[in-house]
């Protein structure tokens, strides 16, 4: 008709696909987006879980450091304020005993001395009491450390075989014994300057943790971790007093050669 619009033709529209492999493959296309998303969600919490774990184990490790060094640096600060007796004083609290037999009472008494300690520490924690038992542990080998320090000083007194220098010179010396578990060479230098520098402390470290391991029964409730804290000292005393002995009988000195005859007084500086 003239005048009028013509009529517009509408754009045609494909239908929607209700079935057929097309409209398989959109619904399979739409979750595979969903699923990627997904996967980066639980990685990037995975990758957090896993980072916060290895903080907290970094955490945990420098702590567990700096508890060994307070420890070693505790022992190191007490050893010169340990009371050892020279030879002398030990022969006349002893007459009539040689030296293997006046070692044998030293050892006696030490692994006695050990056995309390380590039963103290045991009845203390027959209702365990988690926070404290680390300190718990640490007063207990504080405790053993210097019952053997005494031990392992006397000792080289007994075979003739006093460590030189100061007090406090000595005192690192039968450290550094007590954490190689082995007698001193007392005529060899480097061995008595290599107790006074960081690889003693390094050691002194080492026998801490180890003795922090093995005394961990003596925390078992109900009495039992006394006994076994008991035992276990005692026989680990004796076990380090069979080695120290062993090495100082190869060098031992007779008392008849020693100045004065008996070993004289030990010097305070």
């Known amino acids: ?59 945990g490790g420098r702590g567990a450091r700096a508890g060994l060094t307070a420890l070693a640096d505790r022992i190191i600060a007490n050893a010169p304020r340990i009371p050892v007796r020279d030879l002398a004083t030990l022969r006349a609290q002893f007459p009539g005993l040689g030296p293997e037999e006046l070692a044998d009472k030293l050892v006696a008494g ?37 019952v053997e320090f005494k031990l392992i000083a006397e000792l080289h007194e007994v075979y003739g075989l006093r460590a030189p220098g100061t007090l406090s010179q000595r005192s690192l010396a039968y450290l550094a014994a007590w954490a190689d578990e082995r007698g001193i060479d007392v005529t060899a230098p ?19 943790l180890k003795r922090t391991f093995r005394n961990l029964p003596s925390l078992t409730p109900f009495m039992i971790g006394a006994t076994v804290g008991a035992v276990m000292n005692r026989r680990d005393t004796r076990r380090l007093a069979a080695k120290v002995r062993k090495d100082l009988r190869a060098r031992q000195v007779p008392w008849e050669a020693l100045p004065g005859g008996s070993g004289g007084p030990l010097p305070l500086a």
Not at 35 to 56: C, F, N, W
Not at 191 to 208: D, F, K, P, S
Request: hydrophobic share 40%; no cysteine; aromatic share 0%.
């Open 1 to 59: 008709m003239a005048g009028s619009t013509p009529f517009r033709k509408r754009r045609s529209r494909q239908p929607e696909l209700t079935t057929g492999p097309g409209r398989d493959a959109a619904r399979q296309d739409a979750p595979a987006s969903g699923d990627t998303a997904g996967t980066h969600v639980e990685r990037g919490r995975t990758a957090s879980l896993a980072a916060a774990v290895g903080r907290g184990a970094a955490k």
């Open 110 to 146: 030490a692994a006695h001395g050990t056995s309390t300690v380590g039963a103290g520490v045991g009845a203390a924690a027959m209702l365990p009491v988690p926070p404290a038992m680390p300190a718990e542990l640490a007063a207990e080998i504080a405790g053993v450390a210097a």
């Open 190 to 208: 480097t061995t008595v300057n290599a107790a006074l520098g960081l690889q003693m402390r390094r050691e002194l470290r080492q026998q801490i």
